[in-house]
Structure formats: structure tokens, C-alpha cells
Nanobody
Framework: VQLQASGGGLVQAGGSLSLSCAGSGRTFSMAWFRRAPGKGLDFVAAISWSGQTIKYADSVKGRATISRDNAKNTVYLQMNSLKPEDTAVYFC?????????????????WGQGTKVTVSS
């Protein structure tokens, strides 16, 4: 499985971005994680294979929407009301089962990351 993340860029605080992650090969549950400069990997959002179960980190709840299109083998992350603290490299990851997980260790395949910079 190969994952290709895209959609990052520079945006002003309060703005929006839409990230995409296209997979080649079979994917199961999917998730987004991020790594801010000088910090560790943090969970952002996860979605089950069916799309019926979704989980968000408290830091993005109400501002982020994760979705997927299984026909296109693609998962999306819409981020609104962006804050400078959202600045990070965002990674998509494919889980080991149909059930979503917010643990990085439950994901075997990772995209290369797409950088999001939010200016104040």
C-alpha cells in the first residue's frame, strides 16, 4: 500500500485547507496525524473503512472533517478556522483493520506528509 498526501500549503489564521490522501492498494481504516515543529506525532482524526465511525482529537474537534471515498481509495481532511498551532506536517496512515484507531502504532502504512503552515 502506498499513500500520497497532498493539499498542504500556507494559509492565514482563520482560513481553510483541504488535504487529500490517495492510496494505491487495499486500505482499511484511515487516519490523519500531524507533527508540529519540534514536537511529537499527534493524532488528528480517524475514520473507519465504512466511514460510519469517526474520531477527532479535541484540538481539532468542530474545525475538522474527515471523510473518504472508497471508490477512489482516497481520504480527505477538511480543516477550517485554522490556527497557528495547526502548523505541522500532516501524515495520512492506513490502519490494520476496518475499525478506526487513534493510535499511531495501529497503522502500518504512512504517506510522505504534507506541510501546513498557518500564519498569524
Amino acid at each position: 500500500v502506498q499513500l500520497q498526501a497532498s493539499g498542504g500549503g500556507l494559509v492565514q489564521a482563520g482560513g481553510s485547507l483541504s488535504l487529500s490522501c490517495a492510496g494505491s492498494g487495499r486500505t482499511f481504516s484511515m487516519a490523519w496525524f500531524r507533527r508540529a515543529p519540534g514536537k511529537g506525532l499527534d493524532f488528528v482524526a480517524a475514520i473507519s473503512w465504512s466511514g460510519q465511525t469517526i474520531k477527532y482529537a479535541d484540538s481539532v474537534k468542530g474545525r475538522a472533517t474527515i471523510s473518504r471515498d472508497n471508490a477512489k481509495n482516497t481520504v480527505y481532511l477538511q480543516m477550517n478556522s485554522l490556527k497557528p498551532e495547526d502548523t505541522a506536517v500532516y501524515f495520512c496512515a492506513s490502519g490494520r483493520s476496518r475499525y478506526m484507531s487513534h493510535h499511531a502504532g495501529d497503522h502500518d502504512y504512512w504517506g510522505q506528509g504534507t506541510k501546513v503552515t498557518v500564519s498569524s
